[in-house]
T-cell receptor
Framework: AQSVTQLGSHVSVSEGALVLLRCNYS??????LFWYVQYPNQGLQLLLKYTSAATLVKGINGFEAEFKKSETSFHLTKPSAHMSDAAEYFC?????????????FGRGTSLIVHP | DGGITQSPKYLFRKEGQNVTLSCEQN?????MYWYRQDPGQGLRLIYY???????QKGDIAEGYSVSREKKESFPLTVTSAQKNPTAFYLCASSALDDNEKLFFGSGTQLSVL
């Protein structure tokens, strides 16, 4: 079975500061890992995904995430936060289950950016 | 533009009433999904479908029903058996050759009157 834990339901940073959103996963097979972003009253958009190629994955809007198998982690970072980064962020994991690859989502982390 | 369209954006349900949420996609995706989103609980899978005329229950299927008569459409009915239907409902789709990446609609907020 697969699962995702996002540490911290809310993360607050100042504009220009480092953003770090934490995600740990469990999976019985090599996983696919994702970060999605959700702006208020909208659907989710894919930020980036890991699919067993490079362990450091670069995504849109300056975000990146590093897959660490030994720590079962896939933390999301951005060197300098912008006000426009304020949103809900979801980590997700999927694995082949009869080929369906249905992703499991974490509970989400709300990123708050202060001026 | 290709994408997923959910309607309506807001929906109100009376006690004992069934309501249907629409989801249409023009991405030519084989797989479609319905998720329920509650504050602080993330996304929970209700139903999914990988081919026309076939669908599978997700983690919280009780009180919901779906159909997949056309590749483009995957409507969700919230029945009167669902006692706590107030939530934000998200429809998603994916291509089977890249089916780990989901494309989402903009959601429907369902509330009980």
């Amino acid at each position: 079975a697969q699962s995702v834990t996002q540490l911290g339901s809310h993360v607050s940073v100042s504009e220009g500061a480092l953003v770090l959103l934490r995600c740990n996963y469990s999976s019985s097979v090599p996983p696919y890992l994702f970060w999605y972003v959700q702006y208020p009253n909208q659907g989710l958009q894919l930020l980036l995904k890991y699919t067993s190629a490079a362990t450091l994955v670069k995504g849109i809007n300056g975000f990146e995430a590093e897959f660490k198998k030994s720590e079962t982690s896939f933390h999301l970072t951005k060197p300098s936060a912008h006000m426009s980064d304020a949103a809900e962020y979801f980590c997700a994991v999927s694995e082949g289950v009869g080929g369906s690859y249905i992703p499991t989502f974490g509970r989400g982390t709300s990123l708050i950016v202060h001026p | 533009d290709g994408g997923i369209t959910q309607s309506p954006k807001y929906l109100f349900r009376k006690e004992g009433q069934n309501v249907t949420l629409s989801c249409e996609q023009n991405l030519n995706h084989d797989a479609m999904y319905w998720y329920r989103q509650d504050p602080g609980q993330g996304l929970r899978l209700i139903y999914y479908s990988q081919i026309v005329n076939d669908f599978q229950k997700g983690d919280i299927a009780e009180g919901y029903s779906v159909s997949r008569e056309k590749k483009e459409s995957f409507p969700l009915t919230v029945t009167s058996a669902q006692k706590n239907p107030t939530a934000f409902y998200l429809c998603a789709s994916s291509a089977l050759d890249d089916n780990e990446k989901l494309f989402f609609g903009s959601g429907t907020q369902l509330s009980v009157l």
